[in-house]
């Protein structure tokens, strides 16, 4: 069960919830009107209409002679005959088909209309006990008892609504809730919350000078300069954002300062979004981390993400990992002709091709087998006629390619010259590998794996150039990706759910963060910007401290941050060292920084030396001794000579196996 942190503020505000729903009377008068039949309650508004009617022609009389009026026989008579027939009218006119709970400001027309009848009732009484010789009904008092007539209906029906809609329930009083933006996604939220019972919209806040003092949806609008102190003077339990008042830089910076305050913050999804069922089922969402990364997504340029996949064959490697499965779905929503689906892993194999199996624009392939299987791998691209490949197959754990550096070499090194080299063999166009920020001057095993994968596809994009097959080979380089199978928000919320510690490797430790959808949409673009030979690097924005982003995962959590080994109910945050080969802080480039701009601004082109195809050959025999000798050190020793020792040569031989 979650704690939940009070503010110093919500005391008062919660013995005032108390006030407002614990007096009996209210209390009790809602609930026995909700529990009435909807029958019972059209008899008792109808009954309300035809009193509160009666009390209208009397003050009409009364304005209209300026003085008390008392009315005979005949006249409260005319009353009750023409109220009689007005309810009737009322019904025919469907005023009472609306439920008072629901009833908005259209409902002021349908009144208006009914007290138009109602009025020409009186006048057509007027002139009937005019021509008869009775009393006289003065012709101004229509007029005067169809706007107060109009006045108390409606003020009747809001006024019911106002008294349903309260929370009602002893002791759970409704939270106080602040809305960010004042605009449509806003008033909608607005007007939705005062349909419910447990919450009640006090105010809003939006930058927009035009809307800034005056009153949306009933409630008036203030300026973000005023947030810290319509947080305590209208006791605000919530904050709610909508996503197009504030962007994301602007959300972190709220989020932090709500959380300084323990006040909850959500977010109302995009319309978009909704209107497209990414949010249906719980339209305000939690605060996501990917919230706190202080970074707007940039909008996919559909030119570049369909110019390699659209009407192509296209081969996904690692189909069933993280980055690969949503490769897969991305894909498979710019309708290639046919998408084939290669993984080792079973399981994960079945798992992607079943969720793609509803998908009837598109047909995808599952093949079971390994990338390092060279004659599976070469049959596979040719039967099919591959066009485009995206090589997301990799053992990416830091720790575990460490511990397995065999394995770590075979799959990540030799696995990555088998595809590349098949698919330069079968005329594939594209080759797109998923490399990664820790091939940068690597100190683990997968690092330089990685780095030479890049060197690998490098070479390969030579050789197409030196042959004129205007094939293209690229490689994208990123860094971590929110909710991948190696990130650490999994695991932090794992441990966070089981009350902690959260285990943080080193308190100056950073990391690269991006949603896993942006990364990936990304890759696809650059595949598309590929002309040959190009290491693209992918804007991840500023790096982010892991320890703040654990302190921030586990305050959003509802919990404290317990600090030393005091027993207070928080969770607290463990510094357990830096594992096998992990560093500090990860980089992007390699060469003095230098990388060259592309059409799209979060793509960029890394300005790196490359290794000759002469000393490559090399150095894979070296390697490929090494391991079928499993001999560890000499792996070790011929991984990092060339991930950390570029030596640039503009020397093309062949890349061979």
Not at 290 to 310: F, K, M, N, S, W
Not at 544 to 562: P, T
Request: with cysteine; charged share 20%; aromatic share 6%.
């Amino acid at each position: 069960m979650r704690a939940r942190v009070v503010s110093p503020s919500s005391h008062w505000r919660a013995s005032k919830g108390a006030v407002d729903t614990d007096l009996a009377p209210a209390g009790w008068l809602v609930q026995h009107l909700r529990s009435r039949s909807r029958r019972t309650k059209l008899w008792m508004l109808a009954g309300i209409d035809l009193l509160l009617l009666v009390l209208a022609a009397w003050l009409a009389f009364s304005a209209r002679l300026g003085d008390f009026f008392e009315p005979s026989a005949r006249v409260l008579t005319m009353m009750g005959v023409a109220s009689g027939v007005s309810v009737a009218a009322f019904h025919r006119l469907g005023l009472y088909r609306p439920v008072i709970r629901f009833i908005g400001p259209a409902l002021a027309g349908r009144v208006a209309q009914g007290m138009v009848v109602s009025s020409l009732v009186w006048a057509l009484l007027g002139f009937m006990t005019q021509f008869a010789g009775y009393e006289n009904v003065p012709r101004s008092m229509p007029l005067i008892f169809g706007l107060l007539g109009w006045v108390l209906l409606c003020g009747s029906r809001f006024a019911a609504r106002w008294l349903l809609w309260r929370p009602s329930t002893p002791g759970t009083p409704a939270k106080r809730v602040l809305i960010y933006g004042a605009g449509g996604a806003g008033r909608q939220l607005a007007a939705s919350l005062r349909l419910g019972r447990e919450c009640i919209p006090a105010a809003f806040v939006d930058s927009d000078p035009a809307l800034v003092g005056r009153e949306v949806e009933g409630l008036r609008v203030h300026t973000p300069a005023q947030l810290p102190t319509l947080l305590e003077s209208l006791g605000i339990d919530e904050l709610i954002i909508t996503t197009e008042a504030a962007p994301a830089s602007r959300r972190r910076e709220i989020v932090e300062e709500m959380e300084r305050r323990s006040i909850r913050v959500r977010v109302l999804p995009a319309l978009a979004d909704i209107a497209s069922g990414r949010h249906v089922v719980n339209l305000v969402r939690e605060v996501d981390i990917d919230d706190l990364l202080g970074r707007d997504p940039v909008i996919p340029a559909p030119e570049l993400l369909a110019a390699c996949i659209t009407g192509k064959v296209v081969l996904v490697t690692g189909a069933g990992g993280s980055i690969g499965s949503e490769l897969c779905r991305q894909v498979a929503g710019l309708a290639p002709k046919r998408l084939l689906l290669l993984d080792s892993s079973e399981h994960a194999l079945y798992e992607i091709h079943r969720r793609l199996s509803g998908w009837e624009a598109c047909e995808s392939v599952p093949i079971l087998g390994s990338v390092q299987n060279r004659q599976m791998v070469v049959s596979l691209l040719r039967e099919h006629g591959v066009e485009t490949v995206y090589h997301a197959a990799a053992h990416k754990h830091v720790p575990l390619v460490e511990s397995n550096p065999i394995e770590g070499a075979a799959n990540n090194v030799l696995g990555t010259l088998t595809v590349a080299e098949a698919a330069f063999e079968s005329g594939a166009r594209t080759f797109v590998l998923i490399s990664s920020d820790k091939a940068v001057r690597p100190t683990s095993v997968m690092g330089a794996t990685k780095r030479w994968a890049e060197l690998i596809v490098q070479n390969l994009a030579a050789r197409a150039r030196e042959a004129g097959s205007g094939q293209r080979f690229c490689a994208v380089r990123f860094g971590n990706v929110l909710g991948s199978s190696g990130s650490v928000v999994p695991l932090f919320k794992e441990q966070i759910a089981r009350g902690g510690p959260v285990t943080v490797t080193h308190p100056d430790v950073t990391r690269y963060f991006m949603s896993i959808h942006e990364a990936v949409a990304l890759v696809i673009q650059a595949g598309s910007l590929s002309r040959g030979g190009e290491i693209f690097l992918i804007d991840m924005g500023s790096p982010v401290k892991i320890v703040d982003l654990a302190k921030r995962m586990i305050e959003l959590s509802g919990y404290s941050l317990r600090s030393g080994f005091r027993e207070d109910g928080g969770i607290l945050v463990d510094f357990v060292g830096l594992r096998p080969g992990e560093k500090l802080y990860e980089e992007l480039l390699i060469a003095n920084g230098e990388y060259v701009s592309t059409s799209h601004p979060r793509i960029h082109i890394a300005s790196e030396p490359t290794q000759s195809a002469s000393f490559m050959f090399e150095s894979l025999g070296v390697l490929r001794s090494a391991i079928q000798d499993y001999n560890i050190a000499r792996l070790r020793e011929i991984l990092f000579l060339i991930g950390n020792l570029p030596q640039p040569d503009s020397a093309s031989e062949p890349l061979t196996s």
